[in-house]
């Protein structure tokens, strides 16, 4: 199965700050099948960005997402008090469908 | 706008079997594939298995394979996924989530989660 690893494990930065999130694919992850989740504590995942940089529906600019083979990373440009959470990358080139192990994007 | 409600929380003991349900509306249910998620506390999130309620046919994680049983019932608009021989590791949030687009695997409409707590 393809293994996705995540950097940082925890970000402490200030609202207004750029964040910038990393994942790596253990084999390429061809057609750029990656797609990237946020969740807030009690909630479920809330989809963020699929097939690498696409915003899924009601996704706010700030969030991006670029990459190719098996480097892909996640910034949000400027952070709002409600992005501070934790975020999931996940492949979908390859069953089964892996994620990463999460980045925590705390207040500093 | 397509809603998942799951069932409720439950509490079992180690060796038995836990069924949980997701029940979709606003949407059409039956072409697009229904996954399962778990995620135990503290943990990331781990896909369990998928099922298109059209065909009737699951696709299972190896790690779940033989232990893991999904279903679908077309007239109710209801998944199931029952997990047997449970024990402690299986304490967890179980997510159910839908495809955002016929065949691709992005899960953009979740369930609330059902908690599944295994202890004697």
């Known amino acids: 199965e393809i293994v996705l690893t995540q950097s940082p494990g925890t970000l402490s930065l200030s609202p207004g700050e750029r964040a910038t999130l990393s994942c790596r694919a253990s084999?390429?992850?061809?057609?750029?099948?990656l797609a990237w989740y946020q969740q807030t504590p009690g909630q479920a995942p809330r989809l963020l960005i699929y097939?690498?940089?696409s915003r899924a529906t009601g996704i706010p600019d700030r969030f991006s997402g670029r990459g190719s083979g098996t480097d892909f990373t996640l910034t949000i440009s400027r952070l709002e008090p409600e992005d501070f959470a934790v975020y999931y990358c996940?492949?979908?080139?390859?069953?089964?469908?892996?994620f990463g192990q999460g980045t925590r994007v705390e207040i500093k | 706008q397509v809603q998942l409600v799951q069932s409720g929380a439950e509490v079992e003991k180690p060796g038995s079997s836990v069924k949980v349900s997701c029940k979709t509306s606003?949407?059409?249910?039956?072409?697009?594939?229904m996954n399962w998620l778990r995620q135990a506390p503290g943990q990331g999130l781990v896909w369990m298995g998928d099922?298109?309620?059209?065909?009737?046919?699951?696709n299972y994680a190896q790690q779940f394979h033989g232990r893991v049983t999904i279903t679908a019932d077309e007239s109710t608009s209801t998944a199931y996924l029952e997990l047997s021989s449970l024990t402690s590791e299986d304490t967890a949030v179980y997510y159910c989530?839908?495809?955002?687009?016929?065949?691709?695997?992005?899960?953009?409409?979740w369930g609330q989660g059902t908690l599944v707590t295994v202890s004697t």
């Open positions: 989530a839908r495809e955002m687009a016929v065949k691709t695997p992005v899960f953009q409409s």
């Open positions: 606003g949407g059409t249910f039956s072409s697009y594939t």
């Open positions: 099922i298109i309620p059209m065909f009737g046919k699951a």
């Open positions: 084999q390429s992850v061809s057609s750029s099948y």
């Open positions: 097939e690498t940089s």
């Open positions: 996940q492949q979908y080139h390859r069953p089964p469908w892996t």
